[in-house]
């Protein structure tokens, strides 16, 4: 049964503290995204990974830290740099044809709440 | 720059028709993609358009217009279930991501 899986639902932090989010995928997808969303506010790029140990920074990368040492697991750290880490945070997985995104498949989703 | 634009809510009655619009502005226009999402779920794919005209799927049919910068989203036979955030976006290659979204707009769909 594949698909993109993100643990834990949700995440309760205290402030200053740093927090890692699990993306795994079995899709044998390349690249790998992490997103953001807002109450009101679409999908933010953070992050994301065309290739395994490579990966690029997004529209709003600053407070957070990614790693991609596997091609299954694409982790997300929030960091107590972050000002504003509570956020419904997903993870997303697509094939690429050279330089063009495919389709992105959805993990579902962590919601991170900074106490 | 890239901007797109889709109105924030809309309703509509069950076994209706309804179009969401979705206007864009990007300089490497290379495709269009409709998401749905459930408050609190994940988005999941509903259609992709790259050359103009309707793509049909069922209840949901997806239109582009690139000379336009413009795209809707048809939903027909609506159902209670269709209450949901639709999620329009671009693949620009002029730009910095590989995806750009909109805000989404907020269907409700009323008995």
């Known amino acids: 049964d594949g698909g993109i899986t993100q643990s834990p639902k949700y995440l309760f932090r205290k402030e200053g503290q740093n927090v890692t989010l699990s993306c795994e995928q079995n899709?044998?997808?390349?690249?790998m995204y992490w997103y953001r969303q807002d109450p009101g506010q679409g999908l933010r790029l953070i992050y994301y990974?065309?290739?395994?140990?490579?990966?690029q920074k997004g529209d709003i990368a600053e407070g957070y830290s990614v790693s991609r040492e596997k091609k299954e697991s694409f982790p997300l750290t929030v960091t107590s740099a972050q000002k504003n880490p509570t956020a419904f945070y997903l993870c997303?997985?697509?094939?690429?044809?050279?330089?063009?995104?495919?389709?992105?498949?959805f993990g579902p989703g962590t919601r991170l709440t900074v106490l | 720059g890239q901007n797109i634009d889709q109105p924030t809510e809309m309703t509509a009655t069950e076994g209706a028709i309804v179009q969401i619009n979705c206007t864009y502005q990007?300089?490497?226009?290379?495709?269009l993609f409709w998401y749905q999402q459930h408050a609190g779920e994940a988005p999941t794919f509903l259609s992709y358009?790259?050359?103009?005209g309707l793509e049909e799927k069922g209840r949901f049919s997806s239109f582009l217009s690139r000379s336009k910068g413009y795209s809707y989203l048809l939903l027909k036979e609506l159902q209670m279930k269709d209450s949901a955030s639709y999620l329009c976006?671009?693949?620009?290659?002029?730009?910095?991501?590989?995806?750009?979204f909109g805000k989404g707009t907020r269907l409700s769909v009323i008995a």
């Open positions: 990007t300089s490497g226009f290379n495709g």
């Open positions: 899709l044998n997808h390349d690249a």
């Open positions: 990974s065309q290739i395994v140990n490579d990966f």
């Open positions: 997303a997985s697509s094939t690429y044809e050279g330089v063009r995104t495919d389709t992105q498949y």
């Open positions: 358009n790259v050359l103009d």
């Open positions: 976006a671009v693949r620009d290659l002029a730009g910095n991501t590989p995806l750009v």
